[in-house]
């Protein structure tokens, strides 16, 4: 009896603990808000995708219906109907090491990659897009198959990136990034100006140009057309660049760094034109999107919550509270409607106004 009411008053002291936690960490949310910029959006939390049993790594919205595919370490891809909040599909992967997911722009195909060295594309349910898979000989080959290894690089893929269904970006550990010929898995381009890993790629509006942020504090701009010699070289970050992300019009582009800083770069002027950064809380950051104007900048941190920016002030509107761990990717919806993230705490959560 004597060691049940022991082990009773210790349970009662370990909730007492938990409650006081939670209410620090509400009081710290609400203190924040408070100091935000009041603005006209106001993004609330719509949907909440539970099914992952590892932290999420990677995730995007498709280009074609309301749906997201993301990556996580228990092994799965799961495709997700962002409307209804349930899973359309779910991918087994020969390895659970995944860093990163893309959709091409079809929707028929989703690429994963991570610590096996090897971009893995998979064939997605999508009878809905059949008819434009079929336009061309190549993608009506490439529709027959399950899927496509591709392996080349010598160290990890950090993300990948289609630029149509018969082409894909991958960047790596390696200070490397290819382009590749899907059909026939081989290697088309190899960029290789970079010195460090290279952590994201984004692909411009025409997918003419690509950038890319790397573990040696530059972001490099890249045109496939003219061969695999960097165009322009941005420096400034203080630390790793863990994200880019390129501007809706095409002509500037956003990084996010582990130095606790966003910054804008303008391709015409070849210089920074915006810098962000919360001062009270300086932690990384792990990933960048814009709204569909520009007018909004979406940063994920790898604290458990993502911020928002005016972009044209600079200054901070909000951050979105909800997750309880690093928030390892953030990203727009094709209409410009939603915002998801996806977090270590192994959910994604979808915002909209």
């Given at each position: 009896?004597?060691?049940?009411?022991?082990q009773c008053?210790?349970?009662?002291?370990?909730?007492?603990?938990?409650?006081?936690?939670?209410?620090?960490?509400?009081?710290?949310?609400?203190?924040?808000?408070?100091?935000?910029?009041?603005?006209?959006?106001?993004?609330?939390?719509?949907?909440?995708?539970?099914?992952?049993?590892?932290?999420?790594?990677?995730?995007?919205?498709?280009?074609?219906?309301?749906?997201?595919?993301?990556?996580?370490?228990?092994?799965?891809?799961?495709?997700?109907?962002?409307?209804?909040?349930?899973?359309?599909?779910?991918?087994?992967?020969?390895?659970?090491?995944?860093?990163?997911?893309?959709?091409?722009?079809?929707?028929?195909?989703?690429?994963?990659?991570?610590?096996?060295?090897?971009?893995?594309?998979?064939?997605?349910?999508?009878?809905?897009?059949?008819?434009?898979?079929?336009?061309?000989?190549?993608?009506?080959?490439?529709n027959r198959?399950?899927?496509?290894?591709?392996?080349?690089?010598?160290?990890?893929?950090?993300?990948?990136?289609?630029?149509?269904?018969?082409?894909?970006?991958?960047?790596?550990?390696?200070?490397?990034i290819v382009?590749?010929?899907?059909?026939?898995?081989?290697?088309?381009?190899?960029?290789?100006?970079?010195?460090?890993?290279?952590?994201?790629?984004?692909?411009?509006?025409?997918?003419?140009?690509?950038?890319?942020?790397?573990?040696?504090?530059?972001?490099?701009?890249?045109?496939?057309?003219?061969?695999?010699?960097?165009?322009?070289?941005?420096?400034?970050?203080?630390?790793?660049?863990?994200?880019?992300?390129?501007?809706?019009?095409?002509?500037?582009?956003?990084?996010?760094?582990?130095?606790?800083?966003?910054?804008?770069?303008?391709?015409?002027?070849?210089?920074?034109?915006?810098?962000?950064?919360?001062?009270?809380?300086?932690?990384?950051?792990?990933?960048?999107?814009?709204?569909?104007?520009?007018?909004?900048?979406?940063?994920?941190?790898?604290?458990?919550?993502?911020?928002?920016?005016?972009?044209?002030?600079?200054?901070?509107?909000?951050?979105?509270?909800?997750?309880?761990?690093?928030?390892?990717?953030?990203?727009?919806?094709?209409?410009?409607?939603?915002?998801?993230?996806?977090?270590?705490?192994?959910?994604?959560?979808?915002?909209?106004?």
């Open positions: 009896m004597r060691e049940c009411m022991h008053a210790k349970l009662r002291l370990e909730i007492e603990k938990l409650n006081k936690i939670n209410m620090n960490y509400e009081f710290e949310n609400w203190f924040k808000r408070l100091k935000c910029k009041r603005s006209n959006l106001q993004l609330q939390e719509k949907r909440v995708l539970n099914g992952h049993f590892g932290k999420i790594y990677g995730m995007q919205w498709s280009n074609q219906r309301y749906d997201i595919v993301s990556a996580s370490q228990d092994g799965q891809l799961i495709i997700w109907d962002a409307l209804t909040a349930k899973k359309r599909e779910s991918i087994l992967l020969t390895s659970s090491w995944v860093m990163t997911c893309s959709w091409s722009p079809t929707g028929c195909l989703v690429a994963s990659g991570g610590l096996d060295n090897i971009c893995t594309i998979h064939r997605v349910n999508c009878e809905e897009n059949h008819q434009d898979i079929h336009k061309s000989n190549r993608n009506a080959s490439l198959g399950t899927f496509r290894e591709l392996s080349h690089h010598e160290g990890y893929i950090s993300c990948c990136r289609f630029i149509n269904d018969g082409e894909i970006l991958t960047s790596s550990g390696d200070s490397t382009l590749w010929d899907v059909e026939k898995r081989l290697p088309k381009i190899t960029f290789a100006d970079h010195i460090g890993d290279i952590m994201g790629i984004s692909l411009n509006k025409g997918k003419t140009l690509f950038v890319s942020g790397s573990c040696d504090s530059t972001a490099k701009v890249f045109d496939p057309r003219s061969g695999p010699t960097c165009n322009i070289t941005f420096a400034g970050h203080m630390s790793d660049i863990n994200a880019v992300k390129f501007f809706p019009n095409g002509k500037s582009f956003c990084t996010g760094s582990d130095d606790s800083s966003c910054m804008i770069f303008d391709l015409r002027a070849r210089c920074q034109i915006g810098y962000f950064t919360d001062e009270e809380n300086r932690c990384g950051v792990t990933s960048v999107c814009f709204s569909a104007t520009g007018k909004f900048m979406f940063s994920g941190n790898d604290d458990n919550y993502a911020n928002v920016w005016d972009v044209p002030t600079n200054e901070l509107i909000c951050p979105l509270f909800g997750h309880h761990d690093r928030v390892a990717a953030v990203d727009l919806s094709h209409d410009g409607t939603a915002v998801c993230t996806a977090s270590w705490d192994k959910y994604l959560k979808v915002w909209s106004i």
